[in-house]
T-cell receptor, first 113, second 113 residues
Framework: KAGVTQTPRYLIKTRGQQVTLSCSPI?????VSWYQQTPGQGLQFLFE???????NKGNFPGRFSGRQFSNSRSEMNVSTLELGDSALYLCASSLMGGGETQYFGPGTRLLVL | DQQVKQNSPSLSVQEGRISILNCDYT??????FLWYKKYPAEGPTFLISISSIKDKNEDGRFTVFLNKSAKHLSLHIVPSQPGDSAVYFCAASVGNYGQNFVFGPGTRLSVLP
């Protein structure tokens, strides 16, 4: 099976712009979660989507949003970018979510100037 | 306040010796724990898991120990190999449907030849 794919791999934006990141889960996986990783921090949970519905949300401002399509592909959007949004954004998929092992994509590295 | 802590940001070990990575958690509701390994420019990959009904789980060179009373788990790698050099993340979850993982900040392991 193909693994989790994320596009683009690298992105440079300026403050105030918005960005959309894409994630294609492993075939058959219905749960997609998004994480932010910054230097010195662990992976911080953004949100989880399951069957096109946001099922869980972490402690991030409303500028961070996402959606999931009927084929389980997911997008994450960040509006009004701030310098502190520079991070590696990771997507992970699993069959049903919950306590299952998640399989991570390679991430999208976002740099906000 | 971090619910999952990895107090050693880095660890260096000689090839062939044992590597011990530690993780502490504060939420007594956590009942499922995983270790992930992450190489630069790649997403984390699942290494080994343990549920709270066990105190030890072994997979080849990797063993995870769980001490529920101390809210502590550790990952032992024996013998350590240079290819084990990576960042190791501990993650915990409450095994409820739809709940997602909380990650520690990671420990960078360097295995010296």
């Amino acid at each position: 099976k193909a693994g989790v794919t994320q596009t683009p791999r690298y992105l440079i934006k300026t403050r105030g712009q918005q960005v959309t990141l894409s994630c294609s889960p492993i075939s058959g996986h219905r749960s997609v979660s998004w994480y932010q990783q910054t230097p010195g921090q662990g992976l911080q949970f953004l949100f989880e989507y399951f069957s096109e519905t946001q099922r869980n949300k972490g402690n991030f401002p409303g500028r961070f949003s996402g959606r999931q399509f009927s084929n389980s592909r997911s997008e994450m959007n960040v509006s009004t970018l701030e310098l502190g949004d520079s991070a590696l954004y990771l997507c992970a998929s699993s069959l049903m979510g919950g306590g299952e092992t998640q399989y991570f994509g390679p991430g999208t590295r976002l740099l906000v100037l | 306040d971090q619910q999952v802590k990895q107090n050693s940001p880095s660890l260096s070990v000689q090839e062939g010796r044992i590597s011990i990575l530690n993780c502490d958690y504060t939420n007594s509701m956590f009942d499922y724990f995983l270790w992930y390994k992450k190489y630069p420019a790649e997403g984390p990959t699942f290494l080994i898991s343990i549920s709270s009904i066990k105190d030890k789980n072994e997979d080849g060179r990797f063993t995870v120990f769980l001490n529920k009373s101390a809210k502590h788990l550790s990952l032992h790698i024996v013998p350590s190999q240079p290819g084990d050099s990576a960042v190791y993340f501990c993650a915990a979850s409450v095994g409820n449907y739809g709940q997602n993982f909380v990650f520690g900040p990671g420990t960078r392991l360097s295995v010296l030849p």
